[in-house]
C-alpha cells in the first residue's frame, strides 16, 4: 500500500484518463487528416490510365464502377467520374470511374426486310449500328428494305453482330418503265432460269416443285406470266415484277405448235401403186 489516501489515486487515475483522452483527440486530426482537402483532377476524356496516375498524384484512389460502350470514344476513356472534377473532397478519397469498353457488346441483328430506309436507319442507330451502302433493286415494294448484308454476306435476324458494325441495305426501286416480252423460261433449268430472272431485274415469286430432290438439276415446265397469251399475243413484263415458275425433274415435252401437222399415212393396201 501507499499510504496516500484513496482519493489521491482516484484523482491520479482521473489525470491519467484525461490526458490519455487528450492526447487521442489531438492525434485524430492527424489521423484522418483533418482539414487537408484538395480538388478532384479532371480525369473525364482520358484513358484510364492517364486519370489512374493523375488521381493517385492527387492523393486519390479510384475504382471501375461501371462500363459502357461509345464508337466514338477511345478504348477504356473515362466516361464519368465522381466526385466531379475541381470538387473539394478529403485526400485518400475514392474516385469513381465509368470507362469505355475494350471490346464492343453483341447485340441482335434485327429484321429490317419490310422497313423503309428511313426506320430502318433509326433502328440500326438505337442499336448502335451503322447504315452503310445502300443499293436499289427493281422491286414493286419501292424504297422498302429487301436484303441486309454484312461485308457483302447476307446477315440473318437474331444473328449475333458487334456494336459499331456496318450494314448495308439493298432497297427496292419499284417496277421499271420499260416493259419486254416475258423470256421463254420453260425448257430451261432452274438454275438457267433463275439466273435469267435475276439478270434481268424480275422477282423470283412461287416455286412449285413436283416430286423433285435436287431443285438446281429440275426443269422448269410451266410458269407465270406465260410467253403469249391464247391469241398468240407476247405478254410484256417490267423489271420488279413477279416471276413464278413450275418445276419437274423430267424436261417439258417441246410441241411445235408453229408448223402444221403432217397428214396421216395411208394403210398400205390403199397406197398408190
Known sequence: ?????????????????????????????????????????????????????LLETGGFDYVIQDSVYYDSLAPSAVIKQVPEADAVVKVNRTVYLTVNRVIPPDVDMPNLRGYNLRNAEMLLRNLGLRLGDTTSRPDFAKGTVLEQTVNGNPISPGSKIRVGSTIDLVVGSGVGMDAKEVPQFVGMTYEQARALIQSEGYILGSVVATGVRDS??????????????????????????????WLDANPPVRIDTTSAAPPPAAPVDQQPQ
Do not use: C
Open 216 to 245: 438446281l438439276a429440275a426443269y422448269v415446265v410451266r410458269q407465270s406470266p406465260e410467253v403469249r397469251d391464247s391469241k398468240g399475243r407476247a405478254f410484256r413484263i417490267r423489271p420488279g415484277q413477279m416471276v413464278d415458275l
Open 1 to 53: 500500500m501507499t499510504g496516500r489516501p484513496l482519493w489521491v489515486n482516484l484523482l491520479w487515475a482521473l489525470a491519467l484518463v484525461l490526458l490519455l483522452l487528450l492526447i487521442f483527440v489531438l492525434s485524430l486530426n492527424g489521423i484522418t487528416r483533418h482539414g487537408v482537402a484538395r480538388n478532384v483532377p479532371a480525369v473525364t476524356g482520358k484513358t484510364l490510365a492517364e486519370a489512374e496516375k
